[in-house]
């Protein structure tokens, strides 16, 4: 068996054949930016007329679920209260 000083390279033998390399454990610098970030396209006043519209649909969303909340709680209590005087009738009797 060859073994070789680490200074004259890697030692040899009949299962390694793969030359040793050159591994480089850090990165290297990152590329500069030749261009600052584009500029948004849109200006405020765009932002507000989003912002406008988004608020308008969830008012309208908003307010159709609670007029549907109101009417399943109504019709629950109207239900309820029906079989209450059914039950007070019953008792009366």
């Known amino acids: 068996?060859?073994?070789s000083c680490p200074v004259?390279?890697?030692k040899?033998?009949?299962k390694d054949l793969i030359p040793a390399r050159n591994v480089c454990s850090t990165r290297g610098s990152k590329r500069p930016a030749l261009n600052s970030p584009?500029?948004?396209s849109l200006e405020k006043s765009?932002?507000?007329l989003i912002s406008k519209i988004i608020e308008d649909t969830i008012s309208k969303?908003?307010?159709?679920?609670i007029s549907k909340m109101k009417?399943?709680?109504t019709?629950?209590?109207n239900i309820e209260l029906k079989l209450i005087k059914e039950m007070t009738q019953m008792s009366e009797s």
């Open 71 to 73: 009417q399943k709680i």
């Open 12 to 14: 040899s033998s009949k």
């Open 61 to 65: 969303q908003m307010d159709r679920l």
């Open 46 to 48: 765009d932002h507000k």
């Open 75 to 77: 019709e629950t209590i």
């Open 1 to 3: 068996m060859e073994v």
């Open 8 to 10: 004259f390279g890697p």
């Open 38 to 40: 584009p500029q948004s």
